[in-house]
């Protein structure tokens, strides 16, 4: 049973717009979600998070939205860069500690 | 470099070897996670230490598998016996776990597991 579901594998965006990346998740009791950047051969990068008290977290050209009642976050990327190109995987936080993970969407940002 | 470290970053092993891989976190966090990812899937939760202290094991991790934290600093994963579908990366984590405040997991690089 997919907990987190990231339900498009790859999306190609121009450089300067925006990129807008969906996660959608069935537990209530997550308390955390984060988006981890990866590229081939390394480990996931950190890049954002959001407490499930709040809807919205921004940092620089990253901003995470969090709708509690729709069990839905996306990551909103602007403007897109070449470098921005990579796997991200939206993961959420259970009352253990652990993360669990979605199965991430390609982003190419192309010139 | 202070981040995560991982050794060795590649591992190549016969069906039925034993290997051991070793993870060093960033040197002032306590909790130390080990992640398993397949080709196409996000990485998924193995276990993790609080301290030396082994706090939860998936059922991913079989009884081939077992990991240790000895002194609370370094870890390391061994596979027993190892079988073509342990190939894999195997990732290692760790955050600064103080009570009930979430620290963000900080990923080390990976070990990367093929059993032939």
């Known amino acids: 049973d997919q907990q987190v579901k990231q339900n498009s594998p790859s999306l190609s965006v121009q450089e300067g717009r925006i990129s807008i990346l969906n996660c959608d998740y069935t537990?209530?009791?997550?308390?955390?979600f984060l988006w981890y950047k990866k590229y081939p051969a390394e480990g996931p990068t950190f890049l954002i998070s959001?407490?499930?008290?709040?809807d919205k977290n921004e940092d620089g050209r990253f901003t995470v939205f969090l709708n509690k009642s729709a069990k839905h976050l996306s990551l909103h990327i602007v403007p897109s860069q070449p470098g921005d190109s990579a796997v991200y995987f939206c993961a959420a936080r259970d009352h253990t500690d652990k993360l669990i993970f979605g199965t991430g969407t390609r982003l190419q940002v192309f010139p | 470099d202070t981040g995560v470290s991982q050794d060795p970053r590649h591992k190549i092993t016969k069906r039925g070897q034993n290997v051991t891989f070793r993870c060093d976190p960033i040197?002032?966090?306590?909790?130390l996670y080990w992640y398993r990812q397949t080709l196409g899937q996000g990485p998924e939760f193995l276990t993790y230490?609080?301290?030396?202290?082994?706090?939860?094991k998936s059922r991913l991790l079989s009884n081939r598998f077992s990991a240790e934290r000895p002194k609370g600093s370094f870890s390391t994963l061994e596979i027993q016996r190892t079988e073509q579908g342990d190939s894999a990366m195997y990732l290692c984590?760790?955050?600064?776990?103080?009570?009930?405040?979430?620290?963000?997991?900080?990923f080390g690089p990976g070990t990367r597991l093929t059993v032939l």
């Open positions: 040197s002032e966090h306590n909790r």
């Open positions: 959001i407490s499930s008290i709040k």
């Open positions: 230490f609080q301290n030396e202290a082994q706090l939860e």
């Open positions: 537990n209530s009791m997550f308390d955390y």
């Open positions: 984590a760790s955050s600064l776990g103080q009570g009930t405040w979430y620290n963000e997991q900080f």
